[in-house]
């Protein structure tokens, strides 16, 4: 029988924002080096950022958060209301309580400091391509000190209640992604199949009005005393 060929996966397409041309180009000449990696984009602020989203539909934007023009922050609220399959990854020097909260709340999907290696940089790409999410073990305490400080009424982001009670199936679910799991680390727990894994994350923040897994993440954490 003759062969079939199997084509190679589209490389992850990356667009970098970040102020500090030299830092910027560095991420570049690093990304470039990876063979499922294409850096399409750079941009020096937040409305670069958001106009390369528009220009080049990335896989990953890497969001720096203290930018001029706008900011992290405010890229990243723009970039989930308008590109919701371009995943954010922030890569900072700061891990300040309100800024991890905030850029949580606002859509990141992961959180990394610079002094990450190459190699957990790398890694959160490609776990965040593949539907994942990622705070380095640094920003992680700074979330869950951050939870245990914030009171239900603060009005903070994960305060409102769920528009439909989750089953007990998707609450299972729910304390899986709280422990970190990756969907197919989930499926194996559960013995489902990963797609339907994750479109049971997908209702569950659908349900819980989170706009990224590692918003669900914080929100399940959040939940954990009240569902003893």
Sequence with gaps: MPSQETSAPDPIRVVI???????????????SLEPDITVVGEAADG????????????DIVLMDLQMPRG?????????????????????????????????????AQAYLLKDASEQEILATIRAVKRGESGLSPRVAR???EGLRNLQPASGKPGDDPPTEPLTAREERILALVAE????????????????????????????????????LAVKATRRRPRSR
């Design 180 to 215: 970190g799991l990756s969907n197919r680390n989930i499926a194996e727990t559960v013995f489902l199949a990963e797609g339907t894994v994750k479109n049971y994350v997908s209702r569950i923040m659908e349900k819980l009005n989170v706009q990224s897994r590692t918003e």
């Design 142 to 144: 700074t979330v869950l």
């Design 17 to 31: 924002a970040e102020d500090h041309q030299v830092i910027r180009r560095a991420f570049a000449a690093t990304l």
């Design 71 to 107: 900011g992290g922050i405010a890229a990243i609220r723009r970039i989930v209301v308008e590109r919701p399959d371009t995943q954010v990854i922030v890569l900072t020097t700061f891990d300040t309580d309100d800024l991890v909260l905030e850029a949580v709340a606002a859509g």
């Design 47 to 58: 409305v670069e950022a958001i106009e390369m989203v528009r220009a080049w539909r990335p």
